[in-house]
């Protein structure tokens, strides 16, 4: 049986989205360092 | 090994035996031995996520892998944190407003009874035999070069595991992978320490690490869009993000470590921590794989890692042919010595120096080819990648060292041993004991304990055995890779949508599995991107299949 509660997800927080963001621009942040690392910037 | 090091192994055993017993010793309620009460801090269950992540044959094995062909493997990892902030975002917040022990559960309220059982085994069945191998491989190698037997290592890190998951249950399992982690952190600075400061005085870090570069040891990031092309940036970016979304968002072994979290922040934390360290840690342990690498340019390397594959070979074409091939490893390891000392001499990174060593490099692969088609047994090819970083730790690491990186070993494989444990038994009990036999939940611990002890019995007959199974544990291994992109699909069909139905995603799933095994056998699509491929077609099965029940339902 559906629990119709568990149909929508709960709306996101917009602190969390900063948090999210952050977190997503640090891995580009450490993607571009690797690049630089295999390129032999380092 | 000497006794200081003997004596850090054990008194790293004494530790994490005092802890397990110690952290479990309140367990009246089944959410307390599956769950440790829900009221774990986020940096806790962060760790704990991490620990059971990490298993000894990644961190020796991917040391190796960065050894022998470079530090591509990262990309695998370039999808966890997106993964994590998708997962944060979505399936999390579903987990704990359903106040469930099992990610499966889940299924049942959102789908039907048959959805979660269907899903619950595939994980029993998946995670239930590779909990085997994961046990396995790392005894296997320990014993090789500890000179144990397989049996001492594999019931040393079982069964030690398996009496404090037994006795604690949950809050053993996380209590326990916090100091397991901290021992692999550490552990991994120094060893990478210990690399570079091994390095002959002449060779300086930047040229240790211009040395891994013209060996093609640094590289990374490969943009090609194929999908033929193993670790791609593509294929860690998409396929990764599947596979973490699916480890971490449906597999019980993980889930449950995170619904143990105080609340739905303290979880979303836990998994945000992984999301920020997981790559600069990944990163960390190959750069100790390229940082061996260079050291052996400069100190005498074996013919074969594998002292016992060495030995057999000797009695197999006798020590004279096995000296004879030693000595044109030798040589041409001085050669690529000589090629590297003039490569770093000119000090300006010249191109036609870089060749030379390259050159030099790929000769001394080539005069070890011919020792490793010698070394072939039964038709299948000899490798030895994971006794590369065990044979360093243990022959030029100092004393006490040497020790701390063995419990290293024994630390991650102890910790993704507890956690499946722990999980293998949740699912077990509350997926399907609770459901089919029932009990009273004074009962429900005794049996969950029960269960857990024979999860890790399972586990020791399957590592115990694995010698004589052989082919079956590598058949066993490749199908376990088939399951995490249905399963993502099915609950992808449960959080995406709400048109979808029971049926449709069960349905879905069987095709998902089925489609994914075709892939496999029909092409030679990197296997990552199963993640994708089954991930997609359970979605769009289990949706398409839905779309009639729906109407059905709303004319009726």
């Known amino acids: ?42 | 090994v000497s006794g200081l090091d003997w004596a850090v192994v054990l008194v790293y055993f004494a530790v994490i035996g005092a802890i397990g017993l110690y952290a479990g010793r309140r367990n009246a309620r089944l959410e307390d031995f599956f769950l440790a009460g829900r009221e774990m801090p986020w940096w806790a269950v962060g760790l704990s996520v991490m620990a059971t992540q990490i298993s000894a044959i990644t961190f020796i094995g991917t040391t190796g892998q960065a050894y022998v062909d470079g530090m591509r493997f990262l990309v695998v990892y370039f999808g966890l944190p997106i993964a994590m902030v998708i997962l944060c975002a979505t399936l999390v917040p579903f987990y704990f407003k359903a106040h469930i022990f099992t990610a499966y559960e889940y299924l049942e309220r959102r789908f039907d009874s048959t959805t979660r059982t269907l899903t619950s085994l595939l994980f029993l069945c998946s995670r239930g035999l590779s909990v085997g191998v994961t046990l396995y491989a790392p005894s296997l190698v320990l014993s090789v070069v500890l000179g144990w037997s397989e049996t001492a290592t594999i019931l040393a890190m079982g069964g030690t595991t398996v009496l404090y998951v037994i006795y604690g249950g949950s809050r053993s399992v996380i209590w326990t992978d916090v100091v397991q982690m901290a021992v692999i952190w550490v552990g991994i600075f120094v060893c990478v320490g210990v690399a570079i400061l091994h390095l002959p005085e002449t060779v300086s870090l930047r040229d240790a690490l211009a040395l891994g570069q013209a060996a093609g040891r640094l590289r990374v990031i490969d943009p090609s869009p194929s999908v033929y092309t193993p670790y791609t940036l593509w294929e860690g970016l998409i396929a990764g993000t599947f596979l973490a979304l699916s480890y971490f968002g449906c597999d019980q072994s993980q889930v449950q470590r995170y619904l143990a979290s105080r609340d739905l922040t303290q979880s979303r934390l836990s998994l945000l921590f992984n999301a920020a360290l997981k790559i600069p840690m990944q990163f960390l342990i190959l750069l100790t794989g390229v940082m061996i690498f260079v050291f052996y340019h400069f100190h005498p390397v074996p013919l074969l890692w594998n002292p016992v594959q060495l030995a057999r070979l000797e009695r197999r074409i006798g020590p004279a042919e096995v000296g004879r091939l030693q000595q044109q490893f030798d040589a041409a390891h001085q050669a690529r010595r000589e090629a590297a000392q003039a490569f770093l001499d000119a000090g300006d990174r010249r191109p036609e120096l870089a060749e030379a060593y390259r050159r030099s490099n790929a000769a001394l692969v080539a005069s070890r080819a011919e020792a490793e088609a010698a070394a072939r047994e039964g038709g299948k090819p000899y490798n030895d990648t994971n006794y590369i970083f065990p044979t360093y730790v243990l022959t030029h690491l100092p004393k006490g060292i040497a020790g701390l990186v063995i419990a290293v070993i024994f630390a991650a494989a102890m910790s993704t041993l507890s956690g499946e444990f722990n999980s293998l038994a949740s699912a077990t009990m509350i997926d399907f004991y609770r459901r089919f036999v029932g009990g009273a939940d004074a009962n429900a611990v005794a049996m969950s304990r029960l269960f857990t002890a024979m999860w890790g019995l399972f586990a020791c007959v399957v590592a115990l055995r694995a010698g004589q199974l052989g082919s079956v544990i590598e058949v066993v291994n490749r199908f376990g890779s088939f399951f995490y992109g249905p399963i993502l699909g099915v609950f992808g069909l449960a959080v995406l949508t709400r048109r979808a139905t029971g049926p449709g995603a069960s349905i879905g799933l069987v095709c998902g599995l089925g489609g994914v095994a075709t892939v496999s056998i029909l092409t030679n699509v990197h296997f990552l991107w199963y993640n994708v491929i089954g991930a997609a077609i359970v979605f769009v099965v289990g949706l398409l299949l839905s779309f009639p029940q729906r109407s059905d339902a709303s004319s009726a």
Not at chain 1, 16 to 40: D, P, T
């Open chain 1, 1 to 42: 049986m559906q629990d119709p509660t568990l149909d929508a997800p709960p709306p996101i927080l917009s602190s969390w989205r900063r948090v999210y963001a952050a977190i997503l621009l640090l891995e580009a942040v450490v993607i571009a360092l690797i690049a630089l690392f295999q390129a032999g910037r380092y």
